[in-house]
């Protein structure tokens, strides 16, 4: 697949060619694109002028990236301390359960993406899970597969 | 008994090691000054060549400074005045041993890291081999030599946690790596692999085959072109590299000295 | 949000007195003569749905017509009762309402545009301004037909609290600098410039006692002189609003509600220091609060409180905004400056301190977001204001986030000293359905977990290191006794694995070893030698990691280790997990005589494993059941037990 790199070339435009930048720069091609394909780290190392290993050991620290396509909805569980205590885990597996997909993977439709989150900062509602950065508090079994209906459906239309 | 390490920039100062009044210049590493003296520290990621880097932690000493005793690797440690250290407690002992044990686990059949592992009174590590990952004990030295002293950064950590290790972009035959065997030269348990086949290097670990030249004497192959080309580069105009092996080189040497010596 | 584009000549406040003329007017219209309704919307708000109320109020307050203001502010940290909702109207004590919904709201808005406050839905009033330390008005003597609706500051949960460093939020909106100058801000960094001298103001801090709020506790005017006396330009401050702590989010609140608080901290330190540029490091996880400091940053841009020439004096100084990409450990200094220069998030040992050479190799000072916040506070009220509060040597206050077991969840600011028990149990109201505590986990994964003989321990730095535990950002997970000490220290073990870096043995072999021994324990495969070979680890780890993480990673383990060591015990020895989270361990079965086949375990049941028909006993079926325990959480007789 041949992909479309100008979005690359505007946004390192954006950070002035800065490679000091580069955390934010790989966010950037990573929301542009869903995911960080190879081609796009090739043009980034390129035009910021350093190795590519670099941006390959960056791409690969940070948990927020990945190097594989991903869903059109990324679902984050959060595991931190208080959803951890009050059910973290039956919220993750009736995810699992509902769309047939572990933690890290994505649903053969390509909607869904599972990830886990250390924290997702809203512990006083736990547990709590968040799609494409909306938070839902106090889940329960029912409200996942409520709120996971609800992102399916929008696909159809 | 004073022993005096030769200042030549910085200011010597007063430290104790092991008992013994030295003065050392302020700032040295005080891995460097153990050796020198002939104290026996053992470490897996320290190379002269490359500056410290702390991660194998096999160097530990016990620094105490005013009323401060800490556990510290030597590596990175700086000499300042008043500082002392041991390195023979049973705390700098219990430390290197777990470590060794830890290193060894990921590595156990390693012989390098067994012998170093039996000086050190560690016998078969209490936890199992986690999972493949070759020889690799992540000591970096490797990824600091290509990137700091080559300066072609073929290689780079990759992931983080447990989940680390090193690789090319993307696992890819590496563009940049120029077949130095640098990387290998340092590789304390012998992980990167290598082979010549074909008139080609196969750095096997790295997934990267570059063409190689002949001798133009015994017509062997000796070295990457690629490396060739980069040193040539370096050199400049000023300079100009025979291709000829360093065996070839060594005997058409032999040979100019006997026959400057029969004219003798 | 409110457009900064083109108004930056205009709006540039150009001296120090023309700074006051704004703050004159900047006040009469925070305290205008229009009802100014408000909606909590910060992530834990919009989470419980004030977004809808946003909107509901937004609509209502168009087709009624009505003249009122509508805004969005933060969280007043009163989480368990969102989303919230004040109303200041002209002359009357500010109310706040809770659990409000859109259609609540609508209804409010109308009733007030007839002069009813509805008090039956009100949680407090204020009778003053705000919970802050200074006020404008007093209204503590005329409720003004409010009387039936209980003082804010009087309620259980906000009577002991403190707000310094959450002092503005859920009562200004962040996206308006003008609120924040209403209220007070920038007025610390307009007198700084006047008239203080940079030595001095580190003096002053000096004086207060400050200490950095994100962990350590090292004392912060310490830092500053470092960073001041170091060589080298530029100088960096930065700001760690990296929060990785799982269960902390009192950084994110700050942010989210106070942005202006941290900038004006951050200007001020820098003025001291003597440095002309920042960066403000956020997590990912925080969007929102991305959003509203860059707003803040850019309105104080065009209100000449940030850039060139701040108040029209000579001292300049600029903030950017680097955002986080996932990783705990660059919550540690030199990791955190890794990830600003572009790299990955790898700590190196301090040997050189980072005054001397930090970010980019130069001198950089770095306090957490909490402490920035408290700066303001302590130039506007003096060094022994602020040394009068909290304890000995932990001065002022600090903010935990109370979550877990516990009734009343929420960001609370107390002064330093003060007990876990006012905290857990009168602040927060303690242990819900009539459960027992068991614990209370402080600092997150580099904390350690407290138990019940330890509940009158004064809260402070020192006290939680003896304690076996630390600060650390002030997170406060409470559990009752359906939690799992064993479990807990499993559970932060393996995050601690996945955020370590991987750079030295230590913690990265170590930790991993750590986790195994504690996964055989909690699966009942486990031996009582295990539990000597984990306590040497720990030790090990301590000793010989190179960072923060690393040297703090032990910490859950030791301690519960130390004070529920019968609790390991049972897991080893008698194959039990007495909380029942073990799930290797644990057989859940009905009490067939406390069981009143209400049929709520069997509706909860997400494997359908409990049988029940009505009036009939249920019961469980052991090969479906996968031990997650859902059915006892909702059993309302207590009839579901671990076998």
């Known amino acids: 697949m041949k992909l479309d790199l100008k979005s690359v070339d505007q946004i390192i435009g954006k950070y002035d060619g800065e490679d000091s930048w580069l955390v934010m720069i790989l966010q950037d091609v990573q929301d542009k694109y869903n995911y960080l394909p190879e081609c796009a780290l090739g043009r980034v190392a390129e035009s910021l002028k350093i190795p590519l290993s670099r941006v390959h050991s960056v791409a690969t620290f940070y948990s927020s990236f990945s190097l594989a396509e991903r869903g059109r909805h990324l679902i984050r569980v959060c595991d931190g301390t208080a959803c951890h205590l009050r059910g973290f885990t039956h919220i993750k597996e009736e995810i699992s359960r509902h769309l047939g997909i572990s933690e890290g993977q994505t649903t053969k439709d390509k909607v869904f993406t599972l990830d886990v989150v250390a924290c997702l900062g809203a512990c006083a509602l736990a547990p709590v899970m968040a799609v494409d950065g909306r938070c839902y508090g106090n889940m329960n079994a029912e409200k996942v597969r409520v709120v996971l209906d609800l992102y399916r459906r929008e696909k159809r239309h | ?264 | 949000m409110i457009s900064t584009a083109g108004k930056k000549d205009t709006e540039r406040i150009k001296s120090v007195q023309e700074f006051q003329g704004k703050q004159a007017y900047s006040r009469s219209k925070f305290y205008s003569d229009k009802v100014r309704v408000s909606v909590g919307a910060g992530t834990c708000g919009l989470a419980n749905g004030a977004a809808d109320v946003l909107a509901g109020l937004r609509d209502e307050v168009g087709t009624s017509g009505l003249d009122f203001l509508v805004r969005q502010t933060g969280c007043i940290g009163y989480c368990q009762v969102e989303p919230v909702v004040d109303v200041l109207a002209p002359g009357l004590p500010r109310v706040f309402y809770h659990y409000m919904s859109a259609g609540k709201a609508r209804q409010l808005v109308r009733a007030i545009a007839e002069g009813d406050f509805h008090p039956d839905w009100a949680l407090g009033r204020l009778s003053r301004d705000q919970l802050l330390v200074r006020s404008e008005r007093d209204f503590s003597s005329k409720p003004n037909g409010l009387s039936t609706v209980p003082k804010l500051e009087e309620l259980p949960f906000y009577k002991a609290q403190l707000k310094i460093a959450l002092r503005n939020c859920g009562f200004i909106d962040p996206h308006d600098i003008e609120e924040y100058i209403a209220t007070g801000g920038y007025s610390a960094l307009a007198q700084v410039l006047a008239s203080i001298d940079p030595e001095d103001i580190i003096d002053l801090v000096e004086k207060s006692g400050l200490r950095g709020r994100g962990g350590g506790g090292f004392l912060t005017a310490r830092k500053w002189r470092a960073c001041r006396q170091a060589h080298g330009y530029p100088k960096y401050v930065l700001c760690n609003g990296d929060e990785g702590d799982p269960g902390a989010f009192m950084d994110r609140s700050i942010m989210e509600g106070n942005p202006h608080a941290i900038l004006e901290g951050m200007t001020i330190g820098a003025y001291a220091i003597g440095s002309d540029s920042g960066y403000v490091y956020v997590r990912l996880e925080y969007p929102l609060a991305v959003e509203n400091l860059q707003i803040a940053i850019e309105q104080a841009r065009a209100y000449g409180l940030l850039g060139p020439n701040i108040l029209g004096t000579d001292f300049s100084f600029d903030v950017e905004i680097s955002r986080g990409a996932g990783a705990f450990v660059c919550g540690e200094s030199t990791a955190l400056m890794a990830s600003i220069e572009g790299y990955s998030g790898e700590p190196r040992a301090k040997h050189i301190h980072t005054s001397e050479k930090g970010l980019f190799g130069q001198p950089t000072n770095l306090n957490n977001v909490e402490t920035w916040a408290n700066v303001p506070v302590i130039v506007n009220e003096g060094a022994q204001w602020f040394a009068r509060i909290g304890g000995e040597h932990s001065k002022g206050t600090k903010v935990f986030s109370v979550v877990g077991k516990v009734k009343n969840t929420g960001l609370v600011e107390v002064p330093m000293g003060v007990t876990l028990r006012d905290i857990i149990y009168d602040i927060c109201g303690g242990v819900p359905d009539g459960r027992a505590f068991k614990g209370v986990q402080t600092g997150g994964p580099s904390g350690g977990c407290l138990p019940e003989s330890l509940l009158d321990l004064p809260v402070d730095f020192e006290r939680l290191v003896e304690a076996g535990s630390m600060m650390g950002s002030g997170g406060m997970i409470v559990m009752d006794d359906h939690s799992c000490v064993v479990e807990l220290a499993r559970y932060f073990t393996e995050f601690l694995t996945r955020e370590s870096c991987g750079k030295c043995t230590a913690c990265r072999e170590g930790i991993v070893r750590m986790l195994e021994i504690l996964e055989q324990i909690t699966c009942g495969k486990a031996v009582r030698e295990d539990m000597d070979l984990l306590d040497e680890l720990c030790c090990y780890v301590k000793d010989n990691s190179i960072c923060g993480l690393g040297k703090s990673a032990a910490n859950p383990t030791l301690s519960t280790v130390k004070y529920y060591r019968d609790e390991y015990l049972a897991h080893i020895e008698q194959r039990r997990c007495p909380a029942g989270v073990c799930r290797e361990l644990t057989k859940f079965v009905v009490i067939p005589d406390r069981c009143k086949a209400c049929g709520r375990c069997v509706k909860t049941c997400p494997v359908k494993a409990v049988r029940g028909r009505e009036k009939v006993a249920h019961t469980i079926d052991q090969d479906k059941c996968v031990r997650c325990g859902a059915c006892r959480e909702v059993c309302p007789f207590d009839s579901i037990a671990v076998a």
């Open chain 2, 1 to 264: 008994m004073i022993a005096v390490f030769e200042s030549k920039k910085m200011p010597l100062v007063k430290t104790v090691v092991n008992g013994k009044h030295i003065e050392v210049e302020r700032d040295r590493w005080a891995l460097d000054v153990l050796l020198e003296m002939g104290v026996a520290v053992p470490t897996l990621c320290h190379h002269p060549a490359v500056e410290p880097y702390g991660a194998c932690r096999l160097c530990v000493v016990e620094a105490r400074k005013g009323k401060w005793t800490w556990l510290t690797t030597s590596c990175d440690l700086q000499i300042r005045e008043g500082l002392n250290i041991e390195t023979d407690t049973p705390s700098v002992i219990r430390s290197r041993r777990m470590s060794m044990e830890l290193i060894l686990s990921r590595a156990p059949h390693v012989e390098s890291l067994q012998r170093l592992a039996a000086d050190l009174g560690v016998g078969r590590p209490r936890f199992g081999p986690h999972y493949d990952i070759g020889k690799c004990i992540l000591c970096g030295l490797c990824v600091r030599v290509c990137d700091r002293l080559i300066g072609a950064s073929a290689i780079s950590f990759v992931g983080r946690g447990r989940r680390r290790s090193v690789t090319t972009p993307f696992g890819a035959a590496s563009e940049s790596c120029t077949g130095c065997g640098a990387c290998i030269a340092v590789c304390p348990t012998g992980h990167i692999r290598s082979f010549v086949e074909e008139s080609a290097l196969n750095i096997e670990t790295w997934n990267t085959r570059l063409e190689m030249i002949d001798c133009k004497v015994c017509g062997t192959p000796f070295t990457a072109a690629k490396l060739l080309e980069s040193v040539q580069g370096r050199l400049g105009k000023g300079g100009s590299l025979e291709r000829v092996c360093s065996k070839c080189r060594r005997l058409q040497m032999c040979k100019r000295l006997g026959e400057a010596f029969h004219q003798v």
